[in-house]
């Protein structure tokens, strides 16, 4: 960790947990947490102890969909289609940029610039603590997995692939 203020994004990641009246602390790292197994080594936690953001694009509507998934699983992107009621497809990274405000490895799982369909991987439910990023890919930040749904206002699923 670094003891220098947080960088622009990270701040506004801290700013909006502030706003939701959350007092986590977003952590910057030396190394890199861009993916979940660099986030675990840094950290020192277990891989499924992340809580990686993706977004996808739903294919009728074009809006942002936000799965958070434990870092150890797979995404089954057929499953969250018919959670939400459409298909989804891959994002690109202006498409993530756009519709979240930031770039991908670092996006939170709040602060969006457009509030995403929002779901969260029941399996991080299973740890005490989780870490999700927090706007950089080197900024994280520790929460209970029950916090993410409140925060989020996600729906938890079982979204991995079997």
């Known amino acids: 960790m670094t003891a220098n203020p947080l960088k622009a994004s990270a701040r506004r990641v801290q700013t ?78 202006d498409f993530v940029r756009d519709k979240t405000g930031f770039a991908i490895g670092g996006v939170p799982p709040v602060g969006h610039a457009e509030p995403p369909v929002t779901l969260i991987d029941r399996d991080l439910l299973d740890f005490e603590e989780i870490w999700a990023a927090a706007g950089t890919p080197n900024a994280v930040f520790r929460l209970a997995p029950g916090e993410l749904a409140e925060m989020t206002g996600g729906r938890t699923a079982d979204v991995k692939t079997d």
């Open 16 to 93: 909006a947990l502030a706003a939701l009246g959350f007092g986590f602390e977003v952590r910057e790292f030396p190394d890199s947490t861009r993916t979940s197994a660099e986030a675990a080594a840094a950290i020192g936690c277990a891989v499924g102890q992340i809580a990686k953001s993706l977004v996808f694009r739903a294919r009728q509507s074009g809006r942002p969909v936000l799965v958070i998934a434990s870092g150890a699983n797979r995404v089954d992107e057929k499953k969250v289609g018919r959670l939400i009621g459409e298909k989804i497809g891959r994002a690109d990274a």
